[in-house]
């Protein structure tokens, strides 16, 4: 009995060695999704049925889906991990036609990553950094898209990141990319940018953040290239910014930018010419009740060749470049175009609905669908979405 006794923890240790041993645990992988729907009237009809000032909408009196996101993010060992995004709806499909390839969904996000104690390396394509609104628009403050995200901030880049934090304060950026809104280029160059960005006390919620690009652009690739093989030169700067504070939130933004064009490319221009943009714009949110809140936005954006707000199809049409030669915009345009946004939100959980009126205005005359020139647009929008 004893010697029965004492075989059993021998004959345990034995099966124990045979067990084969657990295989390495593999990535964790974790979900992530938002929608968001619109509908859309304004006091103005268009021939082409399009809403003036605000082109990446679907169109009057329609409800939309403005985006599907899903989303899918992989950590591994080591400070390893992987992003991967993918966007649908309307806005896809404008992301798409800006990068030059068809299709409704984009792969606004593919990326390597690794995170160390104070640094981040990205590799692939990536969700841009600047301006005041996001392409998810479940985390925006408005209903609607703003002038300097519609015409002035690109939607992201492809290429690489380095994020240096030298404390919880201050921090600094390297990227270098093709371009914006380019997966390709045809070009010997890369558009490189540099930032700095403060955080008040380490606060996520409270920061200043100054960006510069420089770097060769171009509107298609081989022979149909705006500007030849090299590209047109674009350079801008952003600084942007947060303040948080008790129920209320107040976000800004100032975008300075030129784009050197060659002869030809813009009407009036026989010789090279060089087009600037300069735009300013202020979010402010108020928090009334945990579920209510109230926002406005203003923006104002100068545009002196047209060549920023010409994506609009009423104002190309209004400077003539609609013409069998495709100009990018016109020397002597000098268009200033402001807009004024308010409206209220109520969240139910991570859903929301979104309600705003909003007017905007140019210093050039419109036609509508009658032909009668206007200058301004009154709009107003239902949004309503939710993330998961």
């Not at 403050?141 to 990141?161: E, I, K, Y």
């Not at 933004?253 to 943009?277: I, K, Q, W």
């Not at 409206?343 to 032909?371: M, S, T």
Request: charged letters at 20%; hydrophobic letters at 40%; aromatic letters at 8%.
């Amino acid at each position: 009995m004893r010697t029965s006794m004492l075989l059993l923890p021998v004959m345990a240790t034995a099966l124990l060695a045979q067990t084969p041993a657990p295989a390495p645990a593999g990535p964790t992988l974790k979900g992530r999704g938002s929608l968001w729907a619109s509908a859309v009237t304004q006091n103005r009809e268009t021939p082409d049925g399009s809403l003036v000032f605000r082109p990446l909408e679907a169109g009057q009196s329609q409800f939309s889906l403005d985006g599907l996101m899903l989303g899918l993010d992989a950590t591994f060992a080591k400070g390893w991990s992987a992003k991967a995004t993918l966007l649908a709806g309307h806005t896809g499909k404008t992301v798409q036609s800006t990068t030059g390839d068809p299709g409704s969904i984009a792969a606004v996000e593919a990326m390597l990553v690794w995170t160390g104690e104070r640094d981040t390396f990205r590799v692939g394509r990536m969700i841009t950094f600047i301006g005041m609104e996001f392409l998810d628009g479940t985390q925006n403050v408005t209903a609607s898209r703003g002038l300097l995200f519609t015409f002035v901030d690109p939607f992201g880049q492809v290429g690489l990141n380095w994020h240096h934090a030298f404390s919880p304060v201050w921090s600094a950026d390297l990227w270098v990319f093709n371009g914006e809104d380019r997966l390709q280029d045809n070009n010997h160059g890369k558009t490189v940018g540099l930032g700095v960005t403060y955080n008040h006390q380490g606060a996520q919620d409270k920061y200043l953040s100054l960006h510069a690009y420089r770097g060769p652009e171009q509107d298609g690739l081989g022979t149909s290239a705006n500007s030849g093989a090299e590209g047109r030169k674009r350079e801008r700067v952003c600084l942007m910014g947060q303040w948080a504070r008790g129920a209320a939130t107040l976000q800004g933004e100032v975008t300075l930018g030129r784009e050197s064009f060659a002869a030809g490319s813009l009407l009036g221009a026989a010789a090279p010419a060089t087009a600037t943009f300069r735009g300013y714009g202020l979010i402010y949110k108020h928090e009334v009740v945990p579920s209510i809140s109230f926002f406005a936005r203003l923006e104002w954006l100068s545009d002196d060749a047209g060549v920023r707000l010409s994506a609009d199809p009423a104002i190309r049409e209004s400077l003539g470049l609609d013409g069998p030669v495709a100009y990018a915009g016109r020397t002597d345009a000098g268009l200033l175009a402001r807009s004024i946004s308010l409206g209220v939100e109520k969240k139910h959980g991570p859903a929301f609905a979104r309600l705003e009126l909003r007017q905007d205005r140019l210093n050039r005359d419109l036609k509508d669908a009658q032909g009668e020139a206007f200058r301004d647009g009154v709009s107003g929008t239902v949004s309503l979405g939710a993330s998961f």
